[in-house]
């Protein structure tokens, strides 16, 4: 098995162990960090030990490799198409640049447990993705400040051997069109290169607009999955 191929089960059971709960043949992610969760194999014995691991009324985040069918026990919450994209040439990508001549590259800042606050509510405003109070624990998170606002951020999310997944990447709507989802993204994907490891991310398949700038930084498409919110019944 690649080591990009059921990825959430192979963060959790390696380099992002420390921060799973286990029940049978599944995991998930503490819920202080995401929603995230996955299973050693689809077919009923995932699936009960998923449900032993959320219990009644619990919710999970699941990347399957097909579309989500209906299931006794289960009720389908939402989902989408998941596009998996791996920047694996190891060309470093262009400083990207904002519009107008009057461009100028801002301060990246590093963030941490005191930004936590201000890191939700910008993910809680833009939609990125699930996150949590310790999801910036998962590795590396950069800003862009805007008098003394958080206004831009990326950072690192599900690692695998020899791969680290940019993550959390969004701006403010009123500091869009500067180029500063780019600026943070190059950065974390040089990070993750000088460290000997693969950068890749996860992006809905019909979000037209990021996957063209993702591929402008290198990314290329590796596999469709899909991405599904269940609860149990």
């Not at 191929?5 to 921060?19: G, K, M």
């Not at 490799?65 to 190891?90: H, I, K, T």
């Not at 996150?131 to 206004?151: D, M, N, P």
């Not at 693969?198 to 019909?206: A, E």
Request: proline fraction near 7%; charge should be neutral; hydrophobic fraction near 40%.
């Amino acid at each position: 098995m690649h080591a990009l191929d059921n990825v959430i089960w192979q963060a959790l059971t390696t380099r992002d162990a420390q921060f799973a709960e286990s029940f049978g043949e599944a995991r998930r992610f503490v819920r202080e960090v995401g929603p995230l969760g996955a299973f050693r194999e689809h077919g009923p014995q995932g699936y009960a030990s998923l449900a032993g691991l959320v219990g009644p009324d619990g919710t999970i985040g699941l990347f399957l490799d097909d579309p989500y069918e209906p299931r006794s026990g289960w009720s389908f919450v939402a989902g989408a198409p998941l596009l998996q994209m791996v920047a694996d040439n190891g060309i470093a990508p262009p400083v990207p640049r904002g519009a107008g001549p009057e461009f100028i590259i801002p301060e990246i800042v590093e963030l941490g447990p005191r930004d936590s606050k201000e890191m939700i509510e910008l993910t809680a405003l833009t939609k990125p993705g699930p996150f949590g109070s310790r999801t910036h624990e998962l590795g590396t998170y950069l800003g862009i400040r805007w008098e003394e606002k958080l206004v831009a951020m990326a950072g690192e999310r599900l690692k695998v051997p020899g791969h680290t997944e940019v993550s959390a990447v969004c701006t403010h709507p009123e500091h869009t069109g500067k180029g500063y989802a780019g600026i943070l993204m190059a950065e974390v994907m040089q990070r993750i290169r000088d460290r000997g490891e693969t950068p890749f991310l996860h992006v809905r398949q019909d979000n037209v607009r990021a996957v063209a700038i993702y591929k402008r930084l290198g990314f290329r498409e590796r596999k469709v999955g899909h991405f599904a919110v269940l609860r149990k019944v």
